[in-house]
């Protein structure tokens, strides 16, 4: 299961929004075109949204646009998805050193792909039998190089034999749970229920949950985690309960630049993504709305952050 191939000349994206309902393809042949499936969401999730961009910055060079300008136009896309600006910042310094910039770019999908699935045996020594697990947005194959971080993990436990299952969240406003979480579970046969977003504490409260695993967008050097809107409630509901919460990711979205997570970036999307969903409306049009696209989850209210290197308890 993939979101994304390259071919060697161009690069095809699985149109993320399209699903469940169609698997359509969508082909890629520059830089311009790849910024353009990131903004609106061909393509999502911080790991795959740094391996495609890779890729995208691979074929603006190719084809002759100045190499600044093509780092320029990528890294404009997506404010907080730290794995953005770490694939092109790798890219940019091997294109500077005379590298071979195809090389590279596979490297960072091999790479991402690898540590995924580290990840999963990492965490998977982290879940009970028989766990009843509640994830938040997508962090599988969708949303990386082929495997998934939160979700990946999920997916090991349930390879190794162990007797699991996930409540999944909806995550709205993007129903990336709904639609993309459920739909690779299905896939792989895992037991699962949908909830609405706001189902969450009151399962807590009535025992039924035991533990959280979610994904990162970026993560500070005191483990301060950006991730999709709503992590921020499922921690402190996690702590309020005592449930364990667990945060997965590579360490390529750590960013050693800063140390609180009130100096990340949050994105703010159209609020029309709010109030109308493929082209039904379904909030009156005068009505304003705030749509941020992740929050922060401080440090203290995460138990254990998993990367491919291992468990970091940042407090």
């Given amino acids: 299961m993939k979101a994304f191939w390259w071919d060697g000349e161009k690069l095809l994206l699985l149109d993320q929004r399209k699903l469940p309902e169609k698997e359509e393809w969508v082909a890629l042949g520059d830089h311009v075109q790849t910024a353009l499936a990131i903004k ?3 393509v999502r999730g911080a790991p795959a949204i740094g391996c495609v961009a890779a890729y995208g910055f691979l074929m603006g060079v190719r084809k002759g646009e100045e190499s600044e300008k093509v780092y320029e136009i990528l890294k404009n ?6 794995n953005l600006f770490y694939a092109l910042d790798r890219m940019m310094k091997a294109h500077k050193e005379g590298d071979d ?3 590279t770019a596979k490297a960072i999908e091999e790479e991402d792909y690898q540590a995924n699935r580290r990840m999963g045996e990492i965490g998977n020594k982290l879940i009970p039998e028989n766990a009843r697990i509640i994830t938040h947005c997508n962090t599988g194959a969708l949303a990386t190089a082929g495997f998934g971080t939160a979700l990946g993990v999920i997916r090991q436990a349930h390879y190794s034999g162990k007797s ?3 409540w999944v969240d909806e995550t709205r406003p993007y129903l990336q749970g709904s639609r993309l979480t459920a739909w690779e579970l299905l896939k792989e046969g895992i037991p699962h229920r949908i909830i609405t977003d706001s189902t969450v504490g009151f399962l807590m409260k009535k025992g039924l949950v035991d533990c959280v695993i979610v994904g990162a967008d970026r993560i500070t050097k005191r483990g301060d985690v950006a991730n999709k809107i709503g992590t921020y409630t499922l921690s402190v509901l996690a702590k309020v309960h005592g449930i364990p919460f667990y945060v997965v990711a590579p360490s390529s979205t750590i960013d050693p630049k ?4 009130e100096d990340i970036p949050i994105e703010e999307r159209s609020e029309d993504e709010i109030k109308v969903f493929r082209n039904c409306q379904f909030a009156p049009k005068e009505s304003p709305a705030l749509h941020l696209a992740f ?5 203290e209210n995460i138990t254990a952050i998993i990367t491919e290197k291992g468990i970091w308890k940042p407090v």
């Fill in 101 to 103: 910039l195809e090389n």
């Fill in 295 to 299: 929050d922060i989850t401080p440090a």
């Fill in 164 to 166: 699991i299952f996930v």
């Fill in 258 to 261: 800063l140390e609180r997570g």
């Fill in 40 to 42: 609106d969401m061909l």
């Fill in 77 to 82: 896309t997506r404010p907080t998805a730290y």
